[in-house]
T-cell receptor, first 116, second 114 residues
Framework: KNQVEQSPQSLIILEGKNCTLQ??????????LRWYKQDTGRGPVSLTI?????NTKSNGRYTATLDADTKQSSLHITASQLSDSASYIC???????????????FGTGTRLQVTL | KAGVTQTPRYLIKTRGQQVTLSCSPI?????VSWYQQTPGQGLQFLFE???????NKGNFPGRFSGRQFSNSRSEMNVSTLELGDSALYLC?????????????FGAGSRLTVL
């Protein structure tokens, strides 16, 4: 069964600290992995997209890593800011399937709260 | 470039009623997909439309339906509402059907069923 599991479910950190969010998946065949940020009351916004051959990709203070062998990804946030408070969703795309949206498997997200 | 627009943003219905949600994709985008988001289940795929045709459908009952118009705007309808239909309904658009582009989501329609 194609699944995406994220940990932790929720996380509270102090402003300025770093944190790492985890994503494990069993989706096969693998096509790509995306991290989305979803602010409360808003739709998800794409942070990074990684294909099989990419190990690391950065977007400002966000750095995503991918280990396709162990089927794990992480999202590292450096020097956190209050505006980083949001849910972070890991989305894995299956290869070899016609159609775009139907081949996406979503994690349930990690809710991050950055406090003073 | 305007983003994905969903209306209404919030609505309250009672059990047994029906509801229609609207989604206007980014100008030029022809693919629209719909998702249901609940705290425990995360995002669940409902259906996807491209060029006015439903291309894929998720595992939802027939009470959930949708359509796409010639201008790519899409609507989804839920009939005979149940309490469990309370959720954030998100729509996303992309430029084509190939899967190469990233989904752009709207802000969602928050449905509460009483």
């Amino acid at each position: 069964k194609n699944q995406v599991e994220q940990s932790p479910q929720s996380l509270i950190i102090l402003e300025g600290k770093n944190c790492t969010l985890q994503c494990n998946y069993t989706v096969s065949p693998f096509s790509n992995l995306r991290w989305y940020k979803q602010d409360t009351g808003r739709g998800p916004v794409s942070l990074t997209i990684m294909t099989f051959s990419e190990n690391t990709k950065s977007n400002g203070r966000y750095t995503a890593t991918l280990d396709a062998d162990t089927k794990q990804s992480s999202l590292h946030i450096t020097a956190s800011q209050l505006s980083d408070s949001a849910s972070y969703i890991c989305v894995v795309s299956r290869g070899g399937v016609t159609g775009t949206a139907s081949k996406l498997t979503f994690g349930t997200g990690t809710r991050l709260q950055v406090t003073l | 470039k305007a983003g994905v627009t969903q209306t209404p943003r919030y609505l309250i219905k009672t059990r047994g009623q029906q509801v229609t949600l609207s989604c206007s994709p980014i100008s030029g985008h022809r693919s629209v997909s719909w998702y249901q988001q609940t705290p425990g289940q995360g995002l669940q795929f409902l259906f996807e439309y491209f060029s006015e045709t439903q291309r894929n459908k998720g595992n939802f009952p027939g009470r959930f339906s949708g359509r796409q118009f010639s201008n790519s705007r899409s609507e989804m309808n839920v009939s005979t509402l149940e309490l469990g239909d309370s959720a954030l309904y998100l729509c996303a658009s992309r430029g084509d059907f190939s899967g190469a582009n990233v989904l752009t989501f709207g802000a969602g329609s928050r449905l509460t069923v009483l």
